[in-house]
């Protein structure tokens, strides 16, 4: 098949059989590096590769009109092998992000079953607090700073799911969140979880389980431009409005958002636009092949554990993720 083949099935039917069978080929070059049970929950690629490819197809592809960016910008094929291998990587990340998060969640729960925690009886939605606690509390910011200052389980290669916690971290952890924020129920818990474990964002974990040949090139000029665009949206969003990117990043829903900031759905939906219109204005004079990675590096900088996302300045976000850049950019040379 060529590019012409592909525009003219494109044009006919969106997404035919030439676009699955190409799909399906940067798929199975793709997954070489990637573990199906992390990542597929599947023992082989042979048994997940078609999950996979669909996933592709009908989110990527379609739901999100990936298809019609591959087919306005790319010149090649080549071009076009490259911006599926981007979408899919995505792909994989989002279902490895979950992965990590439901695996933590599904300990915290065994471990509040017991003491020193009280399951409620009664609620709507299970919700736990400290045994013998009556007194409601609802401190969400102080919450996340207790998960990300404990101390991790080292990373040693993505070859399965970091545990994140020991189990007697995780109980204090647990203990200490609850003396916060009680009652609190399971999606809340999530909530403070995956505000507080950003190293482990979706983009991060795509970056890192890359070799450093499959990151694009970029022309010095196109790197100026990305670096500024990066920081012209960095300065244009509010601190709020940046919690909310890391959310939207994260794949939460409206109510999510609504529950964590204490607000309505209505509102938080309002704010979220607000700040996806903020967004759209940064990336207006971004050449549309550079917008991605703009968005890559935006991930990066709203990943870093190093300071509080929700009280921090745009200028001192700016400041540590460009050296985190430059750290990432040194390892990458060595």
């Known amino acids: 098949m060529n590019l012409e083949e592909l525009r003219a099935e494109h044009a006919r039917e969106r997404v035919g059989p030439l676009w699955v069978e190409l799909v399906e080929s940067v798929c199975r070059s793709v997954v070489r590096q990637y573990s199906p049970e992390i990542y597929a929950s599947a023992p082989t690629w042979r048994d997940g590769l078609q999950d996979l490819v669909q996933d592709v197809i009908a989110n990527a592809l379609i739901r999100d009109a990936q298809v019609e960016y591959i087919v306005d910008i790319s010149l090649t094929m ?53 045994a013998a606690d009556s007194e409601p509390r609802t401190s969400f910011r102080e919450a996340v700073a207790v998960v990300r200052s404990a101390a991790r389980i080292p990373q040693h290669g993505l070859d399965r799911a970091p545990a994140i916690f020991t189990t007697e971290t995780l109980q204090a952890v647990l203990e200490s969140i609850l003396e916060l924020h009680s009652p609190l129920t399971r999606r809340e818990l999530g909530g403070i979880l995956e505000f507080g474990l950003t190293p482990f964002l979706p983009d991060v974990l795509n970056r890192n389980s890359r070799s450093a040949s499959e990151r694009p090139y970029l022309e010095p000029e196109d790197e100026l431009q990305v670096a500024q665009s990066v920081a012209s949206v960095v300065d244009a969003l509010s601190p709020e409005q940046l919690a909310l990117l890391r959310s939207k990043l994260l794949g939460w829903s409206d109510s999510d958002v609504a529950a964590a900031l204490g607000v309505s759905r209505p509102t938080a939906a309002a704010r979220k636009r607000e700040m996806l219109n903020a967004v759209a204005s940064g990336l207006s004079d971004v050449r549309p092949d550079l917008r991605d990675i703009v968005m890559d590096r935006l991930s990066v900088q709203l990943a870093l554990p190093h300071f509080d996302l929700q009280t921090a300045s745009p200028s001192e976000i700016d400041s540590v993720a460009s050296g985190a850049d430059q750290a990432e ?6």
């Open 329 to 334: 950019d040194t390892h990458d040379g060595g």
């Open 78 to 130: 080549d071009d076009v092998r490259r911006l599926l291998r981007r979408q899919i990587r995505h792909v994989l990340a989002r279902g490895r992000r979950r992965t990590v998060v439901d695996q933590l969640l599904d300990r915290s729960v065994r471990l509040m079953n017991g003491p020193p925690f009280e399951k409620l009886p009664g609620s709507r939605e299970p919700a736990w607090s400290l």
